[in-house]
C-alpha cells in the first residue's frame, strides 16, 4: 500500500480487474455519449484535464507502473455522477457536483487525487478479492459474479462497511499527499473537506465512509502539517 504500507489480500489478479474495469468503463461512457450527457462543458471538461495533468504526474512517481496506464478523463452533466477513478486511471467526473460544491482548482485538485488514491492503493481488487474471501461458499467464482454481487448485495456492503472506511480513510491521506505534492495549496485541502461536509448528510454512506466531520478533522490537521 503507497505511503501507509498497509497489507492487502488479493485474489484476483491486476489483469483481470484492470480488463474488467476497462469494458465497464466504455460501456458507461457509451450510454453517457448516447444521451449526450459526455463531455458537455467544454470549460469543466478542461479544467478537470488540466488539475488532473498535475495529480498524474505525481501519481506515477508515487507508483511507476501508473505511467503505462491508459489514463482517461472525462464528464459528464448525468446528475447521478460524482467522481470515480476506475482501475488504470479511468476518470468520470459529474459537471454538476463540481458546480454545486463551486470547487476551485485546488478543491477539485483534492477531490481528483482522492479518487486518483482509491486506483493507486488498488482498492477495488481488494473489494472483489474480499467478496470472494469472506464466504468460503464463493471461493470459485469469477470476477463478473465478484462484481454483479459486490454491486447489489447491501448486506455485503455492510458486512464489508468496516474495510470500506478503512479505504476511504488512505484514499484521504494519500489524495492529501497527492495534492501537496502536485503543488496545489494545502489551504485547499481543508476547504474542499469542509465543502464535502456542509454539502453531506449525517446518514449518507455511513456504513462505508467515516463520518464528514471526522474527514475535515483529518484534512484539517494534514493541511497543517504538510504546510510545515
Known amino acids: 500500500m503507497p505511503e501507509t504500507g498497509r497489507w492487502q489480500n488479493f485474489t484476483f489478479t491486476a489483469e483481470a480487474v484492470n480488463e474488467d474495469t476497462a469494458h465497464r468503463y466504455h460501456e458507461i461512457l457509451a450510454d453517457l455519449d448516447a444521451r449526450s450527457a459526455l463531455d458537455d462543458s467544454r470549460a469543466i471538461l478542461e479544467r478537470v484535464r488540466f488539475v488532473a495533468d498535475s495529480l498524474i504526474r505525481v501519481a506515477i512517481a508515487l507508483k511507476p507502473s501508473a505511467a503505462v496506464w491508459t489514463w482517461e478523463i472525462h464528464t459528464t452533466s ?67 459474479t465478484a462484481v454483479s454481487r459486490w454491486e447489489t448485495d447491501l448486506g455485503l456492503q455492510i458486512r464489508l462497511g468496516a474495510l470500506s472506511r478503512v479505504q476511504e480513510s488512505e484514499a484521504d491521506q494519500i489524495g492529501m499527499i497527492l495534492a501537496h505534492r502536485a503543488g496545489w495549496p494545502v489551504t485547499s485541502i481543508a476547504s474542499c473537506y469542509q465543502k464535502l461536509a456542509d454539502a453531506d448528510s449525517p446518514t449518507f454512506r455511513a456504513w462505508s465512509h467515516p463520518s464528514a466531520a471526522s474527514r475535515l478533522d483529518t484534512a484539517q490537521i494534514f493541511a497543517v502539517l504538510l504546510s510545515q
Open 78 to 144: 448525468d446528475p447521478d455522477w460524482d467522481a470515480t477513478c476506475m482501475a488504470r486511471g479511468k476518470v468520470l467526473v459529474g459537471t454538476r457536483f463540481v458546480e454545486q460544491l463551486n470547487l476551485n482548482n485546488g478543491e477539485l485538485a483534492t477531490l481528483l487525487a482522492h479518487e486518483f488514491a482509491h486506483v493507486l492503493a488498488e482498492h477495488q481488487r481488494e473489494e472483489l478479492s474480499e467478496v470472494v474471501l469472506s464466504d468460503p461458499m464463493h471461493r470459485d467464482i469469477g470476477i463478473d
